[in-house]
């Protein structure tokens, strides 16, 4: 199994445990793909659920620029919301899984088509 596979079981993981979602496998591939080498490094893999500054880019890189979504009071009350299901004690917060969950929220799933 490669080293991106085990990542993808882990985000997968995730998604069952925390969320009690059954994960779109390949869904959460093309997610995972869509991050690129993000995934391998350690600080960039993770999201900080406290830091407000990682907040705005997730909202500002990945939700309005990526997703194509209007910059509106919502999208951050949707990161909130997620970093809350996921618990806000767990530290391995992965970005993989916060892009899985938000993109499936907002119903854009086609952006990785």
């Not at 199994?1 to 993808?8: A, F, G, H, N, T």
């Not at 949707?78 to 970093?83: A, E, F, G």
């Amino acid at each position: 199994m490669s080293k991106r596979d085990e990542l993808i079981e882990k985000y997968a993981e995730d998604i069952k445990n925390k969320f009690g979602q059954t994960p779109d496998m390949d869904f959460l591939t093309k997610v995972a793909i869509g991050l690129g080498p993000a995934i391998y490094n350690l600080d960039a893999s993770k999201v900080s659920g406290s830091d407000d500054k990682e907040l705005e880019t997730v909202k500002n890189n990945f939700l309005i620029k990526k997703l194509g979504l209007a910059d509106t009071p919502a999208l951050m009350e949707s990161i909130k919301s997620v970093i809350d299901s996921y618990g806000q004690s767990e530290k391995n917060k992965h970005r993989a899984v916060i892009y899985y969950m938000l993109a499936k929220h907002f119903g854009k799933e086609s952006v990785y088509n």
